[in-house]
């Protein structure tokens, strides 16, 4: 079974996006971070979600959503980049070795992704092109754009 | 004869700062352990004067800064430090041993989250005394400085819940100048019997006035403000010895 | 679809009736990297014993033999060519580097304590400690993947150290990056798998950034050095500084011995980096090398470290190396070097199932070190690194037939004699240096005088500089303070905000104090061999204003270029050798350690892309007393400002010349005597307690390190350009903005001036100015001629934001 959520900070302020290019640019629009996990698992999803609030999860400054669609609405386009099979991913390799150490659970990890989504925001004046040559090493990182209904 | 209090150091996987900890706490009268905390036990740490959770990555505080060594100490040892600090304990947390103290629950609720910017940040800042009748703080003056060096130091609450801690006098230090963009601009936190106490700056960075990032600093003749942390809680917790004050001219430490 | 788990996976190489075209195909095949002229040796060899090499021994015998772990470039016998003659370089190190140690060596017994045959070299710091510093570029990974290139080259350095003497205890770092522009235009980047200047100068800060911060140690010193000419070619050092007491330099293996590895396990990552890293790069570079890309954990390494230093501290390691560049293969070799070694393939902790008998034995994954114990320590070493959650297993034994051994499953894959090893055949090259007439001879003023030039807006241009502003957005990413022995920081003084010349760092135990610099002057090309020399003074002036005395100074050299093949890239460097060697031994500043990079060059269809030649020159300096410890910002407002060392009309190569976009002018020379004389009246000064703050004069000449001693803040400055010391008549620009070397700006109080003026008697030396409390500006004049003034909040404004809008 899959179960993708998706973790957003409430107090990280949006960065200008002309701040992640090699030129920095007035590109009109922003960007917000969020943190994208997705889990391939079998079996019990309530305890797979008491897992992620209590590990992944800081409730104090961050919001939880549980759901593959996007958890915002409007935005011109979101970059999502995860760094490629093969290559060591600290922060995967931290929670797949924790899942590992607990005996308790009632739920089994089968695979898991761990990745970032760039939500651009705001009518952009530049498509996602100049930001996945300036973010994206295709040595290292995968990567995905989804145009959103926000007006490019 | 041994009659010294004794600090005991927790050191996580990650854990990096427990040498000058150690080095602070040593130069200043305790008597000194450090364990890595596979060999740590509930009897060693209820037969220590004072804990400390020194700075560092722990497990490489991947996920969040604090969180893996929270959880693992929660396994190991259960409730074990609230019940240090009910037998009249001291348990010091320093930057990513305040963030462990955070996400244990042993400090006011808030979070220490990324800084607004992203980066690490590395450099002295000027802080506010907010509790000078603290052990830790009763020999430092109204202002005082510390280096800070850490990338999720921006402590953070829910609504209301930092100006409330600064009027029920939990917040023990604010940053003059709110580099990382804090809540109240708390550097630092005790909880309520005030034997907890956890920090984001480094006093055991400022040792000796070679420490200071100005030569012609004019705080003490010899001694850093660190020395005047650690040493007042020496003296807290040992009553038998003579008060040092920082106006007092000492002999030169070798560091 | 489980592999070949309990077999080993090897197989018999054919090589004995080979054709030198089939002998070349082999090593293009397997990526061997080797030449003919080895393939033949190896072939040879095999013949003698009568039978073929298996896979895992060629593989040991390609990486044994790679540039990167023999230096074949630098051993190499050159024929090198200049106008003067002909003649023969048996050995770039042992003519330029070893030969200058060995003589310091014997001038000053007892100093150097370990040079050249370990980890890291090691110089005396008192009667228990010794001090030692290990640099290593990492310039093609840090190319193809800057963060992840600069992480594990921290990395690396750091376990260098580790693997020193019978473990050393690093204590610090530093990094340099030799960049483009931040402000290259994308466009002009043709080749489009090229990473910009600005996306390396990200990358390679935060990949020092996560190692070194999480290592918990601070990286306290380094240089970023911009230039179009490392657009293609990005250069990435590391390196870091370890203490080791005096009675574990020396380590040996016996017979019996069990070898261990520790930390880290092995994996398919990281495949053929030794000889990866001896070939250039191309567009194809990025997708063919993805397996040479790894990622570093900073936290596997510092468990490993714990363990490690604890070990030691109980006396438990005999002998310990780092598993670098050819993973266990070369770490087993060394240790098998004089007795033999059998190595059990099938006891090293794995990543992953499937690995084949020679990727395990081969396999680059970071973050292991291999040790020798007694064979009754093993137990105990295996329950301290349970203790920090580390691993160390035992994977061998010390033999005692001069045989390395490795077997998997029971099948012997490798067997050769360590003495066939260890002689790669020795390679002859070809250069030659001319100087040509662009190449820097011109002299006499470099501008004519005008009163009514702008020299203020020329001083504000060189503070936002790319090479002379600030540093402090990447300083502040990195926790120089950690450990909490940095007394000198890279940046310091009332706000925090002053440049530092050498840091400072103390070590537990000692009385005495460690200043680090570094130092590169790449601009200085068009003279290489005055660029050599220049490059040694200023590393060790570096030391010496922070308090070092110049008698008790190590240093280490870091050559990178481009084609060695090519006779006049070789030719440079044989000339920036000569002038270095020539230096360091004049200032009896012995080499401890250093490392050479070769091809750093990239193929585009416009041609080849090479960079400039660069010599990275870092110091170690010893500092007697804590007294001696100096800043370089201004303290008072009622002293005096001194200037020692003769300024002269040499422009060329400076941040003035290349800022206003000349190319002519004199690169600056150095004068052995004068200048060492001057470091040493200036210690002796220092240690009398007559110096209240001392700086250098490096890049942006007089003016800029003016306007550096002053981002204190606490005084005005007025400067009397007449009264400094020149040579030749320099015109007033040259007096401002030339770089000549062996300069030293120091502070002196009223009560010391008319001392340290005797003292000084005999040699280059001038009050240029006083300091005062009335104003807050630098004023700088001839006679009764105002030249420049500005107030110095306004030029510090101009430093500070120069590399801001970038990083």
């Known amino acids: 079974m899959r179960h993708i959520v998706e973790i957003l900070n409430r107090f990280q302020p949006d960065t200008d996006a002309g701040r992640l290019l090699y030129t920095p640019a007035d590109t009109g629009m922003t960007c917000r971070t969020t943190r994208r996990y997705a889990f391939q698992y079998t079996g019990r999803l309530d305890s797979l979600q008491d897992f992620v609030r209590t590990v992944l999860l800081d409730p104090i400054s961050e919001d939880l959503h549980e759901a593959a669609r996007p958890c915002l609405d409007e935005f011109a386009f979101y970059l999502d980049i995860s760094l490629k099979p093969g290559l ?6 931290a929670v797949v070795q924790y899942v590992r150490d607990r005996q308790d659970a009632d739920w089994t990890l089968e695979t898991l992704s761990v990745g970032r989504r760039y939500y651009f925001l705001g009518t952009g004046l530049i498509g996602p092109e100049p930001f996945i040559r300036d973010m994206v090493n295709p040595v290292i990182h995968t990567w995905n754009v989804v145009h959103g209904t926000a007006l490019v | 004869m041994e009659k010294r209090p ?33 060999g740590i036990s509930e009897e060693a740490i209820l037969q220590c004067r004072l804990l400390v959770l020194p700075g560092g990555f722990s497990y490489g505080d991947y996920i969040m800064a604090g969180r893996l060594a929270q959880l693992k100490l929660e396994q190991a040892l259960g409730d074990a430090l609230n019940r240090f600090r009910d037998q009249g304990g001291y348990i010091l947390g320093i930057c990513n041993g305040f963030q462990i103290l955070v996400k244990l629950g042993l400090l006011p609720s808030g979070s220490l989250i990324a800084h607004a910017d992203g980066r690490f940040r590395c450099q002295w800042v000027k802080l506010r005394n907010h509790r000078p009748d603290h052990p830790f703080l009763r020999a430092l003056p109204e202002v005082v400085e510390f280096p800070i060096a850490c990338a999720e130091g921006r402590f953070v609450a829910a609504p209301g819940d930092a100006e409330a801690y600064l009027d029920k006098g939990l917040v023990t230090l604010t940053y003059e100048d709110n580099v990382n963009g804090s809540s109240a601009a708390i550097a630092g936190l005790q909880d309520e019997s005030g034997r907890v106490f956890g920090m984001m700056p480094h006093p055991e960075r400022f040792l000796t006035r070679a420490h200071h990032v100005d030569p012609d600093w004019a705080g003490d003749p010899d001694r850093g403000w660190g020395y005047y942390f650690f040493r007042s809680m020496y003296e807290e917790l040992n009553p038998a010895t003579e008060p040092e004050k920082s106006t007092e001219s000492s002999q030169a430490m070798t560091l | 679809m489980e592999p070949l788990l309990y077999k080993s996976t090897h197989e018999i190489v054919e090589i004995r009736d080979r054709s030198d075209a089939a002998l070349e195909a082999l090593s293009a095949q397997r990526k061997l990297s080797l030449s003919l002229e080895d393939m033949r040796a190896i072939r040879d060899h095999f013949k003698q014993l009568r039978r073929d090499p298996t896979d895992v021994e060629l593989e040991v015998l390609a990486q044994t033999w790679s540039e990167h772990c023999k230096h074949r470039i630098f051993n190499a016998v050159i024929h090198h060519t200049t106008d003067n003659g002909k003649e023969v370089i048996h050995g770039l190190f042992s003519r330029y580097v070893r030969c200058v140690t060995e003589e310091i060596m014997e001038r000053k017994p007892g100093f150097v304590v370990s040079a050249f045959h370990d980890n890291a070299g090691f110089i005396r710091l008192d009667d228990t400690w010794a001090v030692g510093l290990k640099v290593e570029t990492h310039n093609h990974p840090s190319a193809i993947e800057p963060y992840a290139g600069a992480n594990t080259g921290l990395g690396g350095v750091i376990r260098d150290i580790l693997g020193a003497g019978k473990a050393a205890r690093p204590v610090a770092s530093l990094d340099v990056f030799c960049l483009g522009n931040p ?3 994308p466009a002009a980047l043709k080749d489009g798998s090229v990473i910009h200047p600005l996306g390396v100068l990200r990358g390679v800060v935060k990949g020092v950034r996560d190692y070194g911060n999480r290592m918990g140690l601070p990286t306290i010193a380094g240089s970023i050095y911009f230039d179009d000419g490392y657009c293609f070619n990005p250069l990435v050092f590391c390196g870091t500084a370890g203490v080791l007491p005096l009675d574990r330099i020396e380590k040996r293996v016996e017979p019996g011995y069990r070898i261990m590895v520790l930390g880290g396990r092995t994996g398919r990552d990281g495949l053929r980096g030794a000889t990866f890293s001896s070939a250039s790069l191309d567009s194809n570079s990025r997708e063919d090398d993805q397996g040479a890309v790894q990622i570093g954990n900073p936290i596997e390494e510092k468990k490993a470290a714990d363990c490690l230093l604890r070990a030691a501290e109980e006396g438990l390691i005999r002998f310990v190396t780092d598993c670098g560049a050819g993973g266990l293969s070369s770490a087993t070799g060394e240790m098998a070097a004089e007795h033999g070694a059998s190595i059990y393939l099938d006891r090293v902790p794995l990543k992953e199932p499937g690995l084949s008998s020679w990727e395990i034995f081969l396999s680059e994954s970071q973050e292991r070190m291999v040790l020798a114990v007694e064979p009754d320590d093993v137990e105990r070493m295996r329950e301290m690194a349970d203790l920090y959650e580390s691993e160390c297993v035992e994977i061998g034994t010390i033999n005692n037939d001069g045989f390395l051994r490795v077997f998997h499953h029971g099948d012997e894959l490798c067997c050769l004699d360590g003495s066939f090893l260890h002689t790669a055949p020795r390679k002859t090259l070809v250069s030659t240096y001319t100087t040509s007439p662009e190449s820097g001879t011109v002299s006499g003023p470099y501008m004519p005088d005008s009163v009514d030039h702008d020299y203020t807006s020329d001083l504000h241009g060189l503070l936002r500089h790319f090479n002379v502003a600030s540093r402090e957005p990447v300083i502040r990413e990195y926790d120089h303070e950690v450990l909490g022995q940095t007394l000198v920081k890279p940046l310091a003084g009332p706000d925090g905000h002053c440049p530092a010349d050498g840091t400072v760092f103390g070590v537990d135990g000692s009385a005495r104090y460690v200043a680090m610099g570094v130092s590169l002057l790449p601009a200085w090309h068009a003279n290489p061999y005055r660029m050599g020399r220049g490059t040694v003074d200023e590393a060790i002036r570096q030391l010496v204003v922070s308090g070092a005395n110049p008698d008790r100074v190590a240093l280490l050299d870091n050559f990178c270029i481009g084609n060695p093949e090519d006779p006049h890239v070789l030719g440079a460097l044989v000339e920036t050798a000569r002038g270095m060697a020539e230096a360091a031994e004049a200032c009896g500043a012995p080499f401890i350690s250093g490392k050479d990079s070769f091809y750093n060059c990239y193929e585009t269809p416009q041609g080849t892309q090479s960079i400039p030649p660069t010599l990275l020159i870092s110091g170690l300096g010893i500092i007697d007393e804590r007294a001696h410890i100096t800043r370089s910002f201004i303290r008072r407002t009622d002293s005096r400002i001194c200037l020692a060392g003769l300024t002269r009309p040499e422009m060329g190569g400076s941040v003035y ?32 307690g007559w110096i209240l703050s001392a700086h250098d004069l490096s890049e942006g000449g007089l003016a800029v390190a003016l306007a550096e001693t002053g981002f204190s803040l606490r005084a005005g400055m007025n400067i009397q350009l007449e009264a400094v010391p020149v040579d030749g008549g320099p015109s007033i620009t040259e007096r401002l903005f030339s770089e000549s070397t062996g300069r030293l700006l120091f502070e002196v109080a009223p009560a010391h001036v008319d001392a340290v003026t005797a003292h000084f008697h005999g040699l280059p030396f001038a009050v240029i100015g006083t300091m005062n409390d009335n104003h807050d500006r630098l004023v700088v004049g001839e006679r009764d001629t105002v030249l420049l003034d500005e107030k110095i909040i306004h030029l510090k404004e101009s430093w500070k934001n120069g590399l801001k809008p970038y990083y």
């Open chain 1, 88 to 93: 060591l991913d600290l922060e995967k390799e």
């Open chain 2, 6 to 38: 004794e600090a005991l150091l927790l050191k996580f996987p990650g854990t990096n700062c427990d040498v000058e900890t150690a080095r602070a706490l040593d130069t200043t009268g305790f008597r000194v352990r450090t364990i890595p905390f596979k």
């Open chain 3, 183 to 185: 402000d290259t235009d």
């Open chain 3, 657 to 688: 010349a290349r800022m206003t976009g000349a190319t002519d002018g004199d690169v600056p020379r150095w004068e052995a005597e004068q200048t060492m004389t001057v470091y040493r009246r200036f210690h002796e000064a220092l240690r009398n």
